[in-house]
Nanobody
Framework: QVQLVESGGGLVQAGGSLRLSCAAS????????TGWFRQAPGKEREFVAT????????IYADSVKGRFTISRDNAKNTVHLQMNSLKPEDTAVYYC????????????????WGQGTQVTVSS
């Protein structure tokens, strides 16, 4: 497992941008696929994006495709989620997650989670 700490959330107007960051511990970070999930009040946690350890594979939820970009810097043990053209329905707590090797789009596959960071998009 790795330890994960998110940052970068906040309040933004619709159409604006935010960049979330996730700092990971561990010397084998490049062996872990990382994912971003989000959870709005009263809703289940949903998949947003994932990237393989070497960055060669990325998968996005249809709801964010073309607006969000996941990236990672293995030298710095960090993962980022660039969010553009934000909409009020993007409001949620965003979580960074990690799992060994293969990407996955379902939360149960991940065994390391950050504490979450709040993103609020006003209309």
């Amino acid at each position: 497992q790795v330890q994960l700490v998110e940052s970068g959330g906040g309040l933004v107007q619709a159409g604006g941008s935010l960049r979330l960051s996730c700092a990971a511990s561990g010397r084998t970070f490049s062996s872990y696929a990382t994912g971003w999930f989000r959870q709005a009040p009263g809703k289940e946690r949903e998949f947003v994006a994932t990237m393989s350890g070497n960055g060669g594979t990325t998968i996005y939820a249809d709801s964010v495709k073309g607006r969000f970009t996941i990236s990672r810097d293995n030298a710095k043990n960090t993962v980022h989620l660039q969010m553009n053209s934000l909409k009020p329905e993007d409001t949620a707590v965003y979580y960074c997650a990690a799992k060994f090797y293969y990407c996955a789009t379902y939360a149960n596959a991940y065994d390391s989670w950050g504490q979450g960071t709040q993103v609020t998009v006003s209309s």
